[in-house]
């Protein structure tokens, strides 16, 4: 692995979040080997000064200052929202590990989101943490498409740690993310796994950046025959495939008695957060 290290400093590990499900982030590392050809947090790049492409340099983040864990109070907290708390650079370093010691004496809600095998690692300190998720990222069950698409834990491994986390009582998440049009088959993945996970988590496929046209050129050259799709959904802006998706969710659901929560119009539940936000200081 031929990644670019840099340790730098940080005031602060803890960011207030724009994102609808929770009230501050924790990003231990700035950029993300995992390289996802999807990963929206490519925008990243614009700020960090690296000129190596995603997924090929890693920023370690460094803090004195101890999480203020009285600021978290009753507050949702999520690890991570622009890297993967436990990419592979977390054996070495730690980071992940320090923050949840630390989070162990804080009341609030934690949600950890990963691709990896590595958060078992970390189970016993995972066991103390008062209220506590943990969400792993499948969105196929087919492994060629998987590794086309990121350089991450493989599906089974990551079925594996849904699978002992439940064991050891711990709240498991699926995170059925993204979905791809006409490839991902939502159906087969909750039938293989609804044995050990609490709940699932759906969000389709956003395409925007220089990784759009990245994604479509895959699909015209690995399956041409979706690619009609793909150019009316992400080119005409065409989302009679999503509302017709989103429907078939809520029935499947609903029909096995399934725990879930759907994502699909994200950007639209960012927006009413902000105007939630704005409404709450106006009042204060």
Not at 56 to 83: E, G, M, Q, W
Not at 124 to 131: A, G, I, M, R
Not at 181 to 203: H, M, N, Q, R
Request: hydrophobic share 35%.
């Amino acid at each position: 692995m031929n990644i670019a290290e840099k340790e730098i400093d940080t005031k602060d590990l803890i960011t207030k979040s724009n994102l609808p499900a929770s009230d501050y982030v924790i990003n231990p590392y700035v950029g993300c080997p995992h390289a996802c050809k999807y990963c929206y947090a490519r925008f990243m790049k614009r700020f960090t000064g690296h000129t190596e492409e995603w997924g090929d340099f890693i920023d370690i983040k460094r803090c004195a200052k101890p999480i203020n864990v009285k600021k978290l109070y009753h507050k949702s907290v999520f690890l991570s929202s622009v890297t993967d708390c436990y990419n592979p650079f977390e054996a070495k370093y730690q980071i992940t590990r320090d923050v949840l010691k630390q989070l162990t004496q804080a009341d609030c809600q934690i949600t950890i989101s990963t691709k990896s095998d590595l958060i078992l690692r970390d189970i016993d300190v995972l066991k103390e943490l008062k209220n506590l998720i943990v969400a792993v990222s499948v969105n196929t069950l087919d492994n060629g498409f998987q590794s086309d698409m990121d350089h991450a834990g493989s599906i089974t491994r990551r079925i594996a740690v849904l699978q002992e986390l439940r064991k050891q009582g711990i709240y498991t998440v699926l995170f059925l993310s993204p979905i791809f049009p006409d490839i991902t088959d939502f159906k087969e993945i909750l039938e293989a796994t609804s044995g050990f996970v609490c709940e699932y988590w759906f969000e389709n496929l956003n395409l925007r950046g220089n990784y759009k046209q990245e994604i479509l050129q895959y699909i015209a050259e690995k399956y041409p025959q979706y690619l009609n799709d793909y150019k009316e959904i992400y080119n005409n802006k065409n989302m009679e495939y999503w509302k017709q998706l989103s429907a078939d969710i809520d029935s499947y659901c609903s029909q096995k008695e399934i725990r879930y929560t759907n994502y699909f119009y994200h950007s639209l539940l960012v927006a009413e957060k902000k105007k939630s936000n704005a409404r709450e200081i106006r009042t204060s």
